[in-house]
């Protein structure tokens, strides 16, 4: 059983994260599409070795399969509250119960290849959606319905830690006996 991770991760735009190493606060917005075509690279990668697959390496982790579909799901999430942000003065948008998605949604039940497929051209939608923008639209503010207040260029990082961060899970189960 999954133990809900109920963290506010938004520390992670102020500091480095001591698990994945990856330093948000160090990043720019305008950084973010090569960021996010890389770790697509990273999925493709691992799709290819087949080491995306159902299966808990434990069962509080979830599988790389899971992970996997999360990735997608972040990156489609993000596309649609950037999208929002870009076209409406100060949106807010619902919080993300991620751990009742993996189960509504059957994430281990999908198929690695169409994942990583969706996964990598949510990437490339993401960042094709934010090359373009100048200043004015980095700087464009939205919020979380639990108050967590971000602006493109925020939101942006904080959605590259996490996808970076879902690597850094991979690889480090990958380590375990």
Not at 22 to 41: C, E, H, I, K, W
Not at 129 to 147: K, M, Q, V, Y
């Amino acid at each position: 059983m999954i133990v809900p991770d109920t963290k506010n991760w938004t520390w992670v735009l102020d500091r480095p994260c001591p698990e994945c190493a990856f330093d948000a606060s160090t990043r720019t917005g305008p950084m973010v599409p090569g960021l996010v075509r890389a770790n697509a690279a990273d999925w493709k990668r691992f799709g290819a070795a087949g080491a995306i697959h159902p299966g808990r390496p434990e069962p509080s982790t979830w599988s790389s399969l899971e992970y996997a579909c999360h990735v997608r799901d972040v990156f489609r999430r993000f596309d649609g509250r950037i999208e929002l942000m870009l076209t409406h003065d100060h949106p807010m948008f619902p919080n993300w119960d991620q751990d009742t998605s993996a189960v509504e949604e059957r994430y281990e039940a999908q198929d690695p290849t169409r994942v990583v497929a969706d996964l990598s051209a949510g990437a490339e939608q993401i960042a094709l959606r934010l090359e373009p923008l100048t200043a004015s639209d980095w700087a464009r503010p939205g919020r979380r319905d639990n108050g967590a207040t971000f602006t493109v260029d925020t939101i942006a990082r904080y959605m590259t830690h996490d996808v970076v961060h879902h690597i850094w899970d991979i690889e480090i189960t990958a380590t375990r006996p």
